[in-house]
């Protein structure tokens, strides 16, 4: 009886201090296709909300926005200023973006819609009391005969929940595809892998699939930090004619081969990137470039999709390309760049085995970038190398990499 008591009261203070630590934030999103919007609207619930939230926006994409509370409009910030128990912002979503002149990184059509669920919402600073935090879910309202596929649960789930542990206030992240649309998903180590298009797109989702059933598991073997939630959405034309990742997910033109002439794959190289949840400093991108498409190569090497003598002939062309770079310390690592990088991951991935005997190899060393995630320098590529062979190595030295 005693112990009924002291759970019941346990259950109390529980849900007390719950009350006083958290509030709902609940998203919906209407699609609007005729008129190429999605309407969007916030509502905030609970015994306190946050006093401020301030809105990171893109003008020529979020627009009318209303709440029934004070909001300021100050050029790209939108602050709002809920009130009492219960407060709402909604606004309006222009989907289609071109990322080059009549090529689309968004896009919506009387059909289906493919857009960035963090660019639909726009990031929050948020102004509370110490310990406030959202509980946020999103409702999708879709014309008759459309769904939606997103990183956040199974395909067809118009309700989902989103906890990012690094925000006050969550909002969704990575590609979404809604409209009349084909999935196929299946488990794949404990990856969750769900790949959807356009009904009439001429994706290949099966054959998409099978690529990454024979390679996925190879390259989880190096990252088993890979998010348990892949989304893969690719459409045709005029669809950026490349691939995309974002968080948990990524687009790739439907067009693109799995496996290029110059046997580099698209689809590894995103996947890549999703593994690692690596982004740049000022110079760095040769590091997650690099690292994205040596792993793109690699475990292709790995699961037999292409020989050895193949990949020898792919370093070779690699080699060539390189020439072509005066540096790898740059802001953007583009081709030549990223090339001359893979060179450099492999030098890398060989001196490290060596002065292991084979205990240690490059794996150990994207494996622990790829555990911390975020932004990477040489300094961090270093350390991280350091700690896993016990010793700095030649290839990451700054004079070295500048030759
Ligand atoms: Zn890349």
Redesign the pocket.
């Known amino acids: 009886m005693r112990l009924i008591a002291s759970l019941a009261l346990l259950c109390l203070l529980t849900l007390s201090v719950r009350a006083e630590e958290f509030f709902d934030a609940h998203y919906t999103a209407t699609f609007r296709p005729s008129t190429g919007k999605v309407a969007v609207e916030l509502q905030l619930k609970g015994a306190t909300l946050p006093s401020i939230v301030r809105l990171r926006i893109d003008p020529k994409r979020h627009s009318a926005f209303h709440s029934n509370d004070r909001i300021e409009m100050q050029g790209t910030e939108v602050v709002w200023h809920p009130r009492g128990k219960s407060s709402s912002l909604s606004y309006e979503f222009t989907v289609n973006h071109e990322r080059s002149p009549q090529r689309y990184d968004s896009y919506m059509t009387n059909d289906w819609a493919l857009l960035r669920g963090d660019k639909l919402v726009p990031s929050a600073r948020v102004t509370s009391k110490p310990g406030l935090t959202a509980r946020t879910t999103m409702t999708f309202v879709l014309p008759d005969d459309w769904s939606i596929a997103t990183p956040y649960a199974p395909p067809g789930t118009r309700t989902i929940s989103i906890d990012d542990p690094a925000r006050r206030l969550d909002r969704p992240l990575g590609w979404l595809l809604a409209g009349k649309i084909g999935v196929r998903a299946e488990k794949i180590g404990h990856v969750q892998a769900t790949i959807a298009a356009p009904v009439g797109e001429s994706a290949r989702r099966q054959d998409m699939l099978a690529f990454l059933n024979w390679n996925l598991p190879k390259l989880l073997e190096v990252f088993d930090s890979f998010p348990s939630r892949l989304l893969v959405v690719s459409a045709g034309d005029p669809m950026w004619r490349g691939g995309l990742s974002g968080p948990s997910s990524l687009f790739i033109h439907s067009d693109r081969p799995l496996i290029s002439e110059n046997r580099t794959s698209t689809l590894l190289?995103?996947l890549v990137?999703i593994a690692t949840g690596l982004r740049s400093d000022h110079e760095s991108d040769w590091i997650?470039?690099g690292i994205?498409e040596y792993y793109s190569i690699e475990t292709l090497r790995r699961s037999g999709g292409i020989s050895e003598r193949r990949y020898v002939q792919a370093l070779d062309n690699l080699a060539r390309w390189a020439q072509r770079s005066p540096t790898l310390f740059t802001r953007h690592s583009s081709g030549p760049t990223t090339a001359r990088a893979v060179l450099v991951f492999v030098a890398a991935d060989r001196e490290i085995r060596k002065l292991t005997n084979g205990q240690k190899s490059l794996d150990d060393v994207a494996r622990a970038l790829a555990k911390d995630r975020g932004e990477v320098s040489l300094a961090r590529l270093q350390e991280t190398t350091a700690k896993v062979v016990g010793r700095p190595i030649s290839t990451f030295e700054r004079k070295n990499l500048e030759r």
Do not use: T, Y
């Open positions: 190289h995103e990137h997650v470039e994205a």
